[in-house]
């Protein structure tokens, strides 16, 4: 880490003209580290990347849960720029993942450019100057830099969501959320309760439920879950990827198209869907014997309202005569034990939360000041979140959201998603250099309207937003801010060209006193 990289906090105003650096990246999960090592290969290495935990990898360091995996095939959840050939799994678990974004960090360069244990708190436009005013909390107190331009790869899926149960603080055992595993505590014979049955809940379930005493799974809603076509791969097909790359690229390709035409296609269509609920119903039956278990476990929504999950050991799992699954809600926490809304009381030694993240958190964690100094936590608390095409918002000036509003997936890899975005913020990059130095970009308000209308009206009438469908897609007022409505292929078409009438460049006041670094480099 360049020891004078982030400078300690001053009101000293050196040189307005000049930025500390040009890219200032929040972040070093597949978003941080996608975004700097295209920069570098653009010939861009004045940037910075700030992240408030002490190593990279983002989600894939944080969740260290017993069985975490993905749930996309390794050989798509990946760059599409760094295939792995070595991938053991088709679902590669979290370690694996892990160490690819540890070796990539490592492969293009990038340590130098990290800041570690620095938290991002905040960022104010600076009109006249062009550029980002940015402070945030490092290991030795406040610090503060300037950049012109501003990537938040600060992720989605990241602040865990920890509900705040009647009597919680009286609880004399151990609790904690499956994203802040407690890798000391034995679960070996404890008595455990696990809140939520979501994508990690899915994951850690089956886990944990051999070496329990007893599990009480506190249910809300039943997830529809496929079995999971996972496999070992042999290391005769990792050797022919490492020897001829064209296999693993047609592989890829192979696995692309199948999550396109025929998992969204269960996902949004209807007749695809009863098939999938069918197979559901079929992977339920031939597990859990039970029949009070076997009805508790059955969804009563459709299929693909909510994200569909995949595995070949939960409902076996929860067959297991140790394992309970709870449909009332929980009414109270006393110091041993649950009690539900039903009255009835459990005791237990462990709580795990398995509830899931704030996906609102992206709006308000780093307070960001735009043109005029508007707070945008503010504007989305009113509009609602959204971005331009996902990753621009109007107001705000050289600022890039990767992984932002309506660009999650539940079909495909969001890291496709990702490297879209990044390119497009790339090419907003070199058309605001080539227009001279410090000019900035934001999309219009005309455009990110136009696009958001076209967004939500193709959500409205989609599965995730259908009857009485709920979900964690949706914000509190039913609109669907985390998922893009259709194909991968067609958010690729919408950010493939940098439209430049959806634009606006702008050229401050007091111009760059240095020289200009992206004009630079987009010359070269
Ligand atoms: C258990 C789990 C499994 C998943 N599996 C899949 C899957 O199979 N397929 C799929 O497509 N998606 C999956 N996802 C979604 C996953 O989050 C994304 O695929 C991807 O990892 C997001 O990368 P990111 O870089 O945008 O965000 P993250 O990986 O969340 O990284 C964000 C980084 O920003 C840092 N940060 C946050 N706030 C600040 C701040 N204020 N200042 C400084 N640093 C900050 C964090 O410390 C973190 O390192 C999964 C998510 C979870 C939780």
Same mark, same amino acid.
């Given at each position: 880490m360049p020891a004078t990289a982030v400078k300690p906090a001053?009101?000293?105003?050196?040189? @307005? =003209?000049?930025?500390?650096?040009e890219v200032l990246i929040v972040g070093t999960g597949f978003s941080g580290l996608g975004m700097a090592i295209k920069l570098k290969q653009m010939g861009m290495s004045d940037f910075l990347i700030i992240d408030?935990?002490? %190593?990279?990898?983002g989600t894939w360091r944080e969740n260290t849960y017993p069985?975490?995996?993905?749930?996309? @095939?390794s050989h798509m959840y990946s760059y599409s720029f760094e295939p792995n050939p070595? *991938?053991?799994?088709?679902?590669?678990p979290q370690a694996e993942i892990k160490n690819y974004l540890e070796r990539c960090t490592d492969k293009y360069g990038l340590r130098d450019h990290l800041v570690l244990g620095t938290k991002a708190t905040g960022a104010d436009w600076d009109e006249s100057a062009g550029l980002w005013r940015c402070r945030g909390q490092g290991p030795e107190g406040e610090v503060s830099l300037t950049a012109r331009f501003l990537v938040s790869g600060?992720?989605? &899926? +990241?602040v865990p969501s920890e509900p705040d149960f @009647?009597?919680?603080?009286?609880?004399?055992g151990t609790v904690f959320h499956s994203a802040k595993w407690?890798?000391?505590?034995?679960?070996?014979g404890k008595r455990v309760a696990v809140v939520g049955t979501g994508a990690s809940a899915i994951q850690f379930v089956p886990e944990i439920q051999p070496t329990v005493r007893k599990l009480d799974l506190y249910q809300r809603t039943a997830p529809w879950v496929l079995p999971k076509l996972d496999r070992r791969i042999p290391k005769v097909e990792r050797a022919l990827y490492r020897r001829f790359p064209s296999t693993q690229r047609a592989y890829r390709v192979a696995l692309y198209w199948f999550l396109e035409l025929v998992v969204l296609r269960a996902i949004k269509g209807e007749r695809f869907g009863r098939l999938a609920e069918k197979l559901g119903r079929k992977n339920l039956e031939r597990q859990v014997a039970d029949p009070v278990k076997r009805r508790r476990l059955t969804p009563n929504y459709e299929f693909g309202c909510k994200r569909m999950l995949m595995s070949n050991t939960y409902y076996r799992a929860l067959g297991e005569p140790n394992a309970d699954v709870i449909t009332d809600g929980i009414a109270e926490i006393r110091a041993n034990s649950i009690v539900d809304s039903g009255g009835v009381e459990r005791e237990v030694d462990a709580i795990i939360l398995g509830?899931?993240?704030?996906?609102?958190a992206m709006a308000t964690s780093v307070a960001l000041r735009g043109?005029?100094?508007?707070?945008l936590g503010d504007e989305w608390a009113q509009s609602g979140i959204q971005a331009h095409r996902g990753t621009m918002v109007a107001g705000y000036p050289n600022l890039f959201f990767l992984?932002?509003?309506?660009?999650? &997936? =539940? +079909?495909? %890899?969001?890291v496709f998603m990702i490297e879209r975005q990044i390119e497009l913020a790339m090419k907003a990059i070199s058309e605001a250099g080539r227009r001279g130095p410090g000019v900035s970009v934001a999309p219009t308000v005309s455009a990110q309207r136009a696009f958001n209308d076209r967004v939500q009206d193709e959500l409205r009438d989609a599965v995730w937003s259908r009857g009485t469908c709920q979900s964690w897609? &949706?914000?509190? +007022?039913?609109?669907?801010?985390?998922? *893009? @409505?259709?194909a991968t292929w067609q958010f690729r078409n919408e950010l493939?060209?940098?439209? &430049?009438?959806?634009y606006e460049f702008a050229a401050p006041e007091?111009?760059?006193?240095?020289?200009?670094r992206i004009t630079a480099a987009v010359a070269a």
């Open positions: 001053t009101t000293e105003c050196a040189d @307005p =003209g000049a930025p500390d650096h408030k935990a002490d %190593s990279v990898a069985g975490c995996a993905c749930d996309v @095939p070595d *991938w053991s799994q088709m679902y590669a600060i992720g989605g &899926l +990241h @009647p009597g919680i603080e009286n609880f004399d407690n890798q000391d505590y034995d679960l070996t509830t899931g993240f704030d996906t609102q043109v005029g100094g508007k707070l992984l932002g509003p309506n660009t999650g &997936l =539940g +079909h495909n %890899s969001v897609y &949706l914000d509190s +007022h039913g609109r669907n801010i985390t998922l *893009w @409505p259709g493939t060209e940098i439209r &430049l009438d959806e007091q111009p760059a006193a240095a020289e200009n």
